[in-house]
Nanobody, 126 residues
Framework: QVQLVESGGGLVQAGGSLRLSCAASGRADSRFVTAWFRRTPGKEREFVSAIDRDGTNTYYSDSVKGRFTISRNNSVNTVYLTMDSLKPEDTAVYYC???????????????????WGRGTQVTVSS
């Protein structure tokens, strides 16, 4: 069974930075297509960013493009989300999600992802 564990969330002032990590375990090959989503109370889960299996291609929502960077280190089965120039509207629970097996297509819809972490809270104060 694949497990995803997020870490790195916390409280930061507007303009600050955080780096989230998503560590995968449970499979010999954990090079999954991986995405970050976020959810705020009363809103739908929102796509933030995604990365393909070898890190060649990355994708971002318009709201974070130019401020967030997704990357991965497959030697330690970890995907990162570096968040710079944080804004109060970035406050949310951030979830890591992975597509199963050898799927190579990156999707921006949450239903395309099989495995999910429990989330990590990011709070940006003004």
């Amino acid at each position: 069974q694949v497990q995803l564990v997020e870490s790195g969330g916390g409280l930061v002032q507007a303009g600050g930075s955080l780096r989230l990590s998503c560590a995968a375990s449970g499979r010999a090959d954990s090079r999954f297509v991986t995405a970050w989503f976020r959810r705020t109370p009363g809103k739908e889960r929102e796509f933030v960013s995604a990365i393909d299996r070898d890190g060649t291609n990355t994708y971002y929502s318009d709201s974070v493009k130019g401020r967030f960077t997704i990357s991965r280190n497959n030697s330690v089965n970890t995907v990162y989300l570096t968040m710079d120039s944080l804004k109060p509207e970035d406050t949310a629970v951030y979830y890591c999600a992975a597509r199963g097996g050898l799927i190579t297509i990156v999707q921006k819809t949450s239903g395309a992802y099989t495995y999910w972490g429990r989330g990590t809270q990011v709070t940006v104060s003004s």
